[in-house]
C-alpha cells in the first residue's frame, strides 16, 4: 500500500558507570589503582588497603589523574565490567529512577525525527501518477530485553557523560541525542567537526539532527538505507533502477 516499513528492534541492557585511577608512587606515596567516585563536591577512592574497606578522599585533585571510565552490568548483587567479570564494584549502585521515563522519552523523539517524513522513490519514473513507483517510509523502533538487531546500553552515570551509538547515558539532558545515534543504526554520518563525518563528503551542518545542534533529518542522512533497500529491490524483482530519498 506505498508503505516501506523500516523496522529496528533494539535490545535494551541497564548498565551503570564507574570510574578508575592509578596512583603516582612519587606523588601518592603508593603505586596501585582504585576505584573512584564522587560522594557530594568530593572524589573519593576505595581504599583496599583500609580494615574495613572505605572510600577515603583522594591524595591529590580528580583533575591531576587520568580516570577511566568502566560500564558495569549487574549479575546477581554484584556489578561487572562488561569486558572483563573479573572487575567488580565494590558496592552496590543506584537504580536509576528516570530509566523507564526516559527510554519513553527518547522512543518518542526517535520518531518524531524519523518517521513519516520521507518518502522512498524510483529515479526515472515514467507515470504521472505521484503514488507510483514511490513510498512513504515508516519506522518502527523498538525496545526489547531480549537480542534484536542491535544491542543498546542504557547507562547511570554520576555526571554527564557523552553517548555513541552503543552507551546511552541517562545523564544525557538533550533528548535529541536517541535521534541522532538511531540515526547512526541506519547509515547515517556525523555532520559535526570531530564527529565521524563521511569521508567521501566531509559534510559539515550543524543545523541538522547529525550534526550538533541536533534539530531536523535530511534526506541524505538515509543514502545508506536507500542504497540497501533499493539493492534488495532490484535483487528481488531482476531489475537495476535506482532510488532516491525525498522529504515528504
Same mark, same amino acid.
Given at each position: 500500500?506505498?508503505?516501506?516499513?523500516?523496522k529496528?528492534?533494539?535490545?535494551?541492557?541497564?548498565?551503570?558507570?564507574?570510574?578508575?585511577?592509578?596512583?603516582?608512587?612519587t606523588?601518592?606515596?603508593?603505586s596501585d589503582?582504585?576505584?573512584?567516585?564522587?560522594?557530594?563536591?568530593?572524589?573519593k577512592?576505595?581504599?583496599?588497603?583500609?580494615?574495613?574497606?572505605i572510600?577515603?578522599?583522594?591524595?591529590r585533585?580528580?583533575?591531576?589523574?587520568?580516570?577511566?571510565?568502566?560500564?558495569?552490568?549487574?549479575?546477581?548483587?554484584?556489578?561487572?565490567?562488561?569486558?572483563?567479570?573479573?572487575?567488580?564494584?565494590?558496592?552496590?549502585f543506584?537504580?536509576?529512577?528516570?530509566?523507564?521515563?526516559?527510554?519513553?522519552?527518547w522512543l518518542e523523539?526517535?520518531?518524531?525525527?524519523?518517521?513519516?517524513?520521507?518518502i522512498?522513490?524510483r529515479?526515472?519514473?515514467?507515470s504521472?501518477?505521484?503514488?507510483?513507483c514511490?513510498?512513504?517510509?515508516?519506522?518502527?523502533?523498538?525496545?526489547?530485553?531480549?537480542?534484536?538487531?542491535?544491542?543498546?546500553?542504557?547507562?547511570?552515570?554520576?555526571?554527564?557523560e557523552r553517548? @555513541? #551509538?552503543?552507551d546511552?547515558y +541517562?545523564? &544525557?539532558? =538533550?533528548?535529541? *541525542?536517541? %535521534?541522532?545515534?538511531?540515526g547512526?543504526?541506519?547509515?547515517?554520518?556525523?555532520?559535526?567537526?570531530?564527529?565521524a563525518?563521511?569521508?567521501?563528503?566531509?559534510?559539515?551542518?550543524?543545523?541538522?539532527?547529525?550534526?550538533?545542534?541536533?534539530? @531536523? #533529518?535530511?534526506?541524505?542522512? +538515509?543514502? &545508506?538505507l =536507500?542504497?540497501? *533497500?533499493? %539493492?534488495?529491490?532490484?535483487?528481488?524483482?531482476?531489475?537495476s533502477?535506482t532510488?532516491?530519498?525525498?522529504?515528504?
Amino acid at each position: 500500500k506505498n508503505v516501506l516499513n523500516i523496522k529496528q528492534v533494539l535490545q535494551v541492557k541497564k548498565a551503570w558507570l564507574g570510574k578508575w585511577i592509578s596512583f603516582d608512587a612519587t606523588l601518592d606515596s603508593r603505586s596501585d589503582w582504585s576505584w573512584i567516585k564522587k560522594i557530594g563536591p568530593t572524589w573519593k577512592f576505595w581504599d583496599t588497603t583500609a580494615t574495613p574497606k572505605i572510600w577515603k578522599n583522594l591524595p591529590r585533585a580528580a583533575s591531576n589523574y587520568t580516570i577511566n571510565n568502566v560500564i558495569f552490568e549487574k549479575s546477581g548483587a554484584n556489578y561487572l565490567d562488561r569486558n572483563n567479570a573479573a572487575n567488580k564494584w565494590p558496592e552496590s549502585f543506584v537504580d536509576p529512577p528516570n530509566y523507564d521515563t526516559k527510554k519513553q522519552a527518547w522512543l518518542e523523539n526517535i520518531h518524531d525525527v524519523w518517521d513519516e517524513k520521507f518518502i522512498f522513490e524510483r529515479k526515472d519514473c515514467k507515470s504521472s501518477d505521484k503514488a507510483c513507483c514511490a513510498w512513504e517510509l515508516k519506522f518502527d523502533v523498538q525496545w526489547s530485553d531480549t537480542p534484536g538487531d542491535k544491542l543498546i546500553y542504557i547507562i547511570w552515570a554520576q555526571e554527564w557523560e557523552r553517548s @555513541n #551509538a552503543k552507551d546511552w547515558y +541517562l545523564s &544525557e539532558h =538533550r533528548t535529541s *541525542v536517541a %535521534a541522532h545515534e538511531c540515526g547512526h543504526l541506519l547509515g547515517a554520518y556525523d555532520e559535526y567537526t570531530g564527529g565521524a563525518v563521511d569521508t567521501a563528503t566531509n559534510k559539515i551542518q550543524n543545523d541538522s539532527i547529525m550534526g550538533s545542534n541536533l534539530t @531536523n #533529518a535530511i534526506a541524505r542522512h +538515509l543514502n &545508506e538505507l =536507500r542504497d540497501q *533497500v533499493g %539493492a534488495k529491490i532490484n535483487t528481488a524483482i531482476g531489475k537495476s533502477w535506482t532510488f532516491e530519498v525525498k522529504a515528504k
